[in-house]
Nanobody
Framework: QGQLVESGGGSVQAGGSLRLSCVAS????????RGWFRQAPGKERELVAR????????DYADSVKGRFAISQDVARNTVTLQMNSLKPEDTATYYC??????????????WGQGTQVTVSS
């Protein structure tokens, strides 16, 4: 069994920053790649950032490039998402994911409770 626990969400004004964190446990702990998804009301869940320990640069959705940064602390088993210059359209519930390879993120379905991010204009 594995579990993902997200934290760090909150309410900020446009232009502000938030830092999300996620800790994986169980079988998820050993998987090489971590990612952050988000889902806004009435919209599909979308992948916004991903990173793998086996190399290669992080990958970002076009909507967050230059504003969000994903990082992975293997020793602490934590993945973080630094979100800067937040916009109202970033408002969503954010979820993290853990997989073996980059190509597997779209099939991930072991979701945690997520953390809510609300950006006001």
């Amino acid at each position: 069994q594995g579990q993902l626990v997200e934290s760090g969400g909150g309410s900020v004004q446009a232009g502000g920053s938030l830092r999300l964190s996620c800790v994986a446990s169980g079988y998820l702990y050993a998987l090489s790649c971590r990612g952050w998804f988000r889902q806004a009301p009435g919209k599909e869940r979308e992948l916004v950032a991903r990173i793998c320990t086996y190399g290669g640069p992080p990958d970002y959705a076009d909507s967050v490039k230059g504003r969000f940064a994903i990082s992975q602390d293997v020793a602490r088993n934590t993945v973080t998402l630094q979100m800067n210059s937040l916009k109202p359209e970033d408002t969503a519930t954010y979820y993290c994911a853990a997989v073996r390879r980059m190509s597997e993120f779209q099939n991930f379905n072991n979701w945690g409770q997520g953390t809510q991010v609300t950006v006001s204009s």
